[in-house]
């Protein structure tokens, strides 16, 4: 109303005329903060790539272990893969995060032993993948740092690195061990909720049967010995 005439004066809209605005479902609302981008995953050619995605448990390990060592060292990849010490950097993730886009017959698989893990790798140019175990159901891949993107390692998966199997780390002194028990604790967060959810049927390494996509192939022992003699052990160079 206007005071000094006392005439009812028409008011100006305070709120626009389409409001209340229509109710969305915020799982699809695009006024959400976007989601992280997934890690890219690609062998050193390029003709394997695809993603991790960014939901779920990860750790990062650095393995000093003499099977792991002798893997990164058969696919030529040991000056490339291998710290000073003879360390390989993973990140533990569930299987069924993986997402393969392009070259994913390029994957091949081989096992230090009959009953080894299984090393994942590519045909193409031996990139060193990942390592997981032959039951589908425990699905969780160590993937090698070597096919993932190094300078969004930190971001992606944190900073926080354990450090295992010190003790065939090579040279002296021996780097400390650290984070294995937390290291534990997430490694029983991936297996066990991918098998409660039934993600582990979602792997792309393995087929409906429980299977491996490819046959892996088993090296020969003495192979296998003369890799691991890379490291200057006297028993395994006499």
Not at 6 to 33: E, F, K
């Given at each position: ?36 981008p997934m890690h890219p ?35 030529g990849q040991g000056e490339?893969?291998?710290d000073a010490q003879g ?152």
């Amino acid at each position: 109303m206007n005071v000094r005439s006392g005439r009812a004066l028409p008011l100006a809209p305070l709120l626009p005329p389409d409001y209340p605005p229509p109710l969305q479902n915020p799982l699809h609302s695009t006024n959400l903060t976007q989601a992280p981008p997934m890690h890219p995953i690609q062998c050193r050619c390029g003709a394997l790539r695809g993603a991790v995605t960014p939901d779920g448990t990860s750790n990062r390990v650095r393995c000093f272990c003499t099977d792991c060592r002798a893997f990164v060292r058969h696919l030529g990849q040991g000056e490339a893969g291998l710290d000073a010490q003879g360390g390989v950097g993973l990140v533990h993730v569930a299987q069924a995060r993986l997402r393969f886009t392009a070259g994913q017959e390029q994957l091949a698989a081989l096992r230090l032993s009959p009953r080894g893990m299984l090393r994942w790798h590519t045909r193409c140019c031996g990139t060193p993948v990942g390592s997981t175990l032959a039951d589908p159901k425990i699905s969780f891949i160590g993937l090698n740092e070597l096919a993932l993107d190094r300078g969004r390692l930190d971001a992606d998966f944190g900073a926080a690195v354990a450090q295992v199997n010190t003790d065939t780390a090579l040279g002296a002194p021996k780097p400390a061990g650290s984070g294995l028990f937390m290291t534990m604790v997430r490694g029983t967060v991936i297996i066990g909720g991918a098998r409660l959810s039934g993600a582990w049927r979602q792997s792309p390494l393995f087929d409906g049967a429980g299977a491996p996509v490819v046959p892996p192939v088993v090296l020969a022992k003495d192979e296998v010995a003369r890799l691991k003699g890379m490291d200057g052990a006297p028993a395994a160079s006499a």
